[in-house]
């Protein structure tokens, strides 16, 4: 794992665009408190960068863009916080669909929204019909999510195949797992080329714990909401200049 570093601006390869990125949205907290605010204005000045980073990673050529919105362990926070971050996605999407659907961005959800508010599921998946038909990069939001937790899930229903009779367990494998992950929808771009998370911090915390099994993983000290389109492409040159061997030889 490496630091995004400050190397010598040079044109990005058009051709070498990680098709996948997934970033880790850290630092909305220490944002507002460096600047004596209270935690939700970090939160609520990271969702309006959510809508600077979508369009430049669309303009950049990427494919999927997944953000980890809000994870699992997230419900132990101040419950204060916890029911303004769930009102994020109804402000988000009532805004932003509009400019969603002109820039051809599709809407994509995984986790448990079973489990959400009302609002915001209703909200969310509102979202993921209006945009259904765009046919351009994927916004895929990582909502009550967790890596762990969605492999625990997989398991079941690979378990309960294998005791109904629907599935040899011999022929379990790797496409057998990966089938049965929330990612699946994405098909042949299911992992990340690119993992990036900011704030300094340097760990996955539960996301995407199986598809990120050989993604270059990019970390940067600027806090979420000081993260801006130059910082991406800092990172996408930083992923260039790796050489993926996938545990081969080249």
């Keep these: ?130 945009t259904a038909d765009n046919t351009g990069m994927v916004l895929n939001f990582a909502l009550n999510y967790g890596g762990r937790d969605e492999l625990v899930q997989a398991t079941r229903a690979i378990a309960t195949a294998a005791a109904a ?13 990966s089938g049965q992950l929330m990612t699946a929808p994405l098909g042949e771009l299911a992992d990340p080329d690119l993992l990036i998370r900011t704030s300094g911090e340097e760990r996955i915390s539960n996301f995407l714990l199986w598809q990120l099994a050989y993604s270059e993983m990019v970390f940067t000290d600027q806090l979420w909401p000081d993260f801006a389109p130059a910082d991406l492409e800092s990172a996408i040159r930083d992923f260039q200049s790796r050489n993926r061997r996938f545990g081969k030889v080249k």
């Design 1 to 130: 794992m490496f630091k995004a570093k400050d190397a010598a601006v040079t044109a990005l390869d058009p051709d070498r665009i990680p098709r996948h990125v997934a970033i880790i949205m850290d630092g909305n907290g220490r944002w507002a408190q460096k600047r004596h605010l209270p935690r939700i204005a970090g939160h609520k000045q990271g969702m309006e960068n959510v809508r600077t980073i979508t369009r430049a990673a669309s303009d950049l050529g990427v494919k999927v863009l997944t953000l980890y919105a809000f994870s699992t362990e997230n419900w132990g926070r101040p419950q204060k916080e916890v029911s303004y971050l769930m009102s994020l996605p109804v402000t988000f999407f009532n805004k932003f669909v509009p400019e969603l659907i002109e820039q051809n961005v599709r809407v994509m959800v995984m986790g448990n929204v079973d489990q959400l508010p009302e609002s915001t599921r209703t909200a969310t998946l509102n979202a993921v019909k209006d």
């Design 165 to 177: 009779g629907e599935l040899d367990p011999s022929a379990i494998d790797m496409d057998t797992i």
